[in-house]
């Protein structure tokens, strides 16, 4: 399979990384070979359709901050000239997420399915902005598109539920997605501190970003539950749809009483067909969202089940390897059935 | 598809309550109309190749103890004549377990492959006695096998497993297997009481059955971690590979001793490739073993995403009708695509 990376940060390098380590699982287990044979990064481009050197893409971008500096690599904003001319089955859209404007990932995946190349995506913007369009655009050009990375991390929520849980009905899915505020909560409970100072200590030990609003408002998790919204309850919701109360309000005072009640607090997004929330909920001990650390958990309601609960790493790059790998190997089975 | 059901009590009955209620929604999302064609239990059989009626069937079955009475039926041991002489796609196994024997099952199931019928089983007896045999059958005789309701309930482990979490290397799996165990130590632990007077307790409320040896001593557990090794390390174990210790020993000392240290204490079934094990052992609190009540969860350990874990009802018949279905949409699907 011939495959455009667009964006080469902890992602598109974890990536790399497992296409090398896992080359001979893939092609024995999989019969499939990942042939690299572009990668853009925000300085440059490297393109070459007989395919690249993984370990020396690697090595070029570690140097020197650029795959420009690859053989033949070109300085530049050169993500859409790739993907219009080099000829490839799949591109992994794994450049930053902008919440307001969803670019650049919305541009590089239109441009990519309407050059019928696959479209694999870690990237929130463009699914809390265009989910419907792109969605849509995807099945007019007949190519696959898959963002399992983007919600979740590691934990494979979306295709639980659409590949596992088939004969249910979805009546709720809630959600621990945000494994910084889930930390933070869980420090507090533990130890009776403040926000404050975890979060500081969060941010020192580098689970906490240096500016956490958006995890610490909700925003992150509303993303989340918007696009778990939109690819398992039939929705096109946006960001905006989403009623977001975050954690900042929760101080050891109330972590307190939710312990003396066998509970405790943790931030939920929920989503229901025409209803999207995110706030803090109570939780009781023992039960599946009661996770711990920086973990997430999404717990499905069911008509059948009743409840079906799902938990891993939310975030890491090579966590969310885990993911991308996964709808790579997909893909690659779907077309080849 | 036209369905031979082989076994008409709790999960039979149930399956034929889902056809009923879910007809429009498996006809409309994937083209599924299951058209059971024979059913038998322990008293006879009724068969009709153009269609039996499922209302009907659960009328007659709950009337008279038995589809003999229903129009055509018969009386008798009737199952492997049905299997050989019935046309059918695909048969539902759902007959008691025997761990000694495996049987009736393994003759159901050798004979529906031999006849070209693919076969979705819950029965545990067949796949801890002759796992590899009924496997390879399979694949020689070019039929689907799936056994997804015979571990963890409604909680889909081997799916999870297989279809997503492809791009990994499974290292340890560990789990929570048997819901009457964990919810007897789930209540020991919270209120601080004898496992006798939990134990009676809960065969008051129906959790527990009369006689629940076979789950307090850890053979349940130990039939699922071998199903489970089986089918997802590529095994060939038998019940007597797996080192068994029951719950017996734990008493209200232990629970308040691991209390204390945040900890709680569960019967964890271990399988990695050549170890098969079941043990009560400490699970710390929050984290996603340490669920309560008839909960059954499971854990991954994985080499890319590190640890995924899922959680959900092991056994009902209404849960379990989840696993069940899912594995007829999931044959269906392959064998359209």
Redesign the interface.
């Known amino acids: 399979m011939r495959i455009i990376i667009i964006g080469f940060g902890k992602l598109g390098k974890g990536l790399c990384r497992?296409f090398i380590q896992?080359a001979g699982?893939?092609r024995d287990t999989?019969g499939l070979i990942p042939r690299v044979v572009a990668v853009v990064d925000e300085f440059g481009a490297v393109a070459n359709e007989k395919g690249l050197n993984p370990t020396k893409l690697l090595k070029v971008a570690d140097s020197f901050g650029t795959v420009a500096r690859y053989k033949g690599g070109k300085r530049g904003k050169l993500a859409i000239k790739v993907i219009d001319e080099v000829s490839a089955d799949l591109v992994f859209e794994l450049t930053p997420t902008d919440i307001h404007t969803g670019e650049p990932g919305i541009s590089h995946i239109k441009r990519a399915m309407q050059a019928g190349k696959h479209v694999i995506t870690s990237n929130k913007g463009p699914l809390v902005v265009a989910f419907g369009e792109l969605d849509l655009l995807a099945k007019t050009q007949g190519v696959e598109f898959r963002y399992s990375a983007s919600v979740g991390g590691?934990?494979?929520v979306i295709?639980?539920a659409k590949?596992?849980?088939?004969?249910?009905?979805i009546k709720e899915i809630r959600g621990v997605l945000n494994g910084t505020t889930n930390y933070i909560l869980?420090r507090m409970s533990a130890e009776g501190v403040p926000q404050d100072t975890v979060i500081r200590e969060a941010q020192e030990l580098g689970i906490a970003e240096k500016d956490p609003t958006l995890d610490i408002n909700g925003i992150d998790t509303a993303c989340k539950i918007t696009i778990i919204a939109n690819s398992l309850l039939g929705m096109d919701a946006k960001l905006r749809d989403v009623k977001v109360v975050g954690i900042r309000r929760i101080n050891p005072d109330a972590m307190k009483l939710a312990q003396e009640a066998g509970q405790t607090i943790k931030l939920i997004g929920v989503a229901r067909r025409g209803y999207l929330e995110v706030c803090p909920k109570l939780v009781?001990?023992?039960?599946?969202l009661?996770?711990?650390?920086t973990?997430n958990?999404v717990t499905f309601e069911?008509d059948?089940?009743?409840?079906?609960?799902?938990?891993?790493?939310g975030a890491?790059p090579?966590?969310t390897?885990?993911?991308l790998?996964?709808d790579?190997?997909?893909i690659h089975c779907t077309l080849g059935?």
Chains 1, 2 share one sequence.
């Open positions: 497992a896992k699982f893939l999989y590691a934990v494979p295709g639980l590949k596992l849980l088939v004969g249910n009905e869980t009781p001990l023992g039960h599946p009661a996770v711990g650390g973990l958990a069911l059948l089940a009743r409840e079906i609960s799902i938990t891993g790493f890491g090579m966590e390897t885990s993911s790998l996964g790579l190997i997909d059935a």
